[in-house]
């Protein structure tokens, strides 16, 4: 499916900022993702909302062909909703599930517990694999967690390193201009409230993302071949879309260093001036649309 039009690419230019937000993987763990709550609203929302009939995890389960007896490594595995997903293609397998957050891997944990794949639990940051030896993995796997590594071409090395010869690397992550129209009402919003300069920034991932994660690649693998997806998000009513706006942390303005300052009623006025144009649109149209441009480098 092809959701991209010239429309949207024109939005892109207008509303995408050149420069990124830049998340640390220290408030990664002590602030985001000390309980799986964010991830487990946008996998909800976007599950229920999604126009693709192809998921997202038929798309990765394509690109990881397993067969049934692999040893995966997910670097950042989160609250294990695609493991849990993948697990079943794994009966004779053995996962390794590694993020830096020990609440959400708790929650991975619990999601996969008493199924017959023997699964270990580990606590770290993804640019120290140290503990594991060379050659221990048939399958790595990254799914939108690289932005957050503070030593991205160490953890590409360590994963070059741990995979064993013939063995597949799986990086998931973004275009730059995924879900624009959800930051053009965004920074629409910022604009009418008249916000400071320093929340006018994209995605962190475009730390590493679609556009420039083949460079970023090329180094450490002999083969490295881009797969894309997309999906459109539609939503007749504003509400489970403000959810997902949140879970996004209001497109990372709340994970701001001095969002505190802000306070409560700056994120309560933009929350409502987000809501009147996204009603806007449904009332217009009969539906808010959200495209994501998503792809996995798939590297050997
Ligand atoms: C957006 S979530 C993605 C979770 C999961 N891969 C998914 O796609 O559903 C990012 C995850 O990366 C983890 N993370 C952040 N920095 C990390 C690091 N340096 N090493 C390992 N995990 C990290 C976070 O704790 C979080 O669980």
């Known amino acids: ?11 892109a230019e207008q509303v995408i900022p050149q420069t990124h937000f830049e998340l640390s993987a220290a408030d990664a763990r002590d602030k985001f993702f000390t309980t799986g709550w964010m991830l487990e609203e946008k996998q909800l929302v976007h599950n229920r909302y999604r126009t693709n009939p192809r998921s997202m995890l038929d798309h990765m389960l394509e690109n990881l062909a397993l067969s049934g007896a692999e040893e995966l490594l997910d670097l950042g595995c989160g609250n294990g909703f695609i493991l849990e997903h993948l697990r079943p293609h794994l009966a004779a397998g053995h996962i390794v599930g590694f993020d830096i957050a020990p609440g959400v891997l708790e929650a991975a944990r619990e999601r996969i517990e008493g199924t017959v794949t023997p699964c270990e639990w580990v606590e770290g940051s993804a640019d120290d ?3 594991f030896a060379d050659d221990s993995f048939d399958r790595v796997m990254a799914n939108y967690m690289m932005h957050y590594v503070p030593d ?18 799986m990086l998931t992550t973004d ?6 129209e959800m930051y053009e009402v965004h920074f629409t919003a910022l604009k009418q409230m008249g916000a400071p300069e320093r929340l006018f920034k994209a995605t962190p991932k475009a730390r590493i993302s679609l556009e420039n994660g083949h460079e970023q690649l090329a180094p ?20 489970p879309f403000l959810r997902f706006y949140h879970a996004h942390n209001y497109c990372c303005a709340a994970s701001d260093a001095a969002a505190d300052e802000l306070g409560q009623t700056f994120f309560a006025e933009l929350r409502e001036r987000v809501r009147a ?24």
Do not use: N
């Open 152 to 169: 991205i071409d160490r953890c590409l090395a360590e994963t070059r390193r741990v995979l064993r010869p013939g063995g597949r690397f």
């Open 220 to 239: 450490h693998f002999a083969g490295v071949e881009l797969r894309t997806w997309q999906d459109q998000l539609q939503f007749a009513s504003p509400e």
């Open 175 to 180: 275009r730059p201009d995924s879900m624009v």
């Open 1 to 11: 499916m092809d959701f991209r039009t010239p429309d949207l690419d024109q939005l």
């Open 129 to 131: 694999l140290s503990r």
């Open 277 to 300: 144009q996204v009603q806007e649109v449904i009332d217009t149209r009969g539906y808010f649309a959200v495209t994501k441009f998503t792809g996995s480098f798939i590297c050997r």
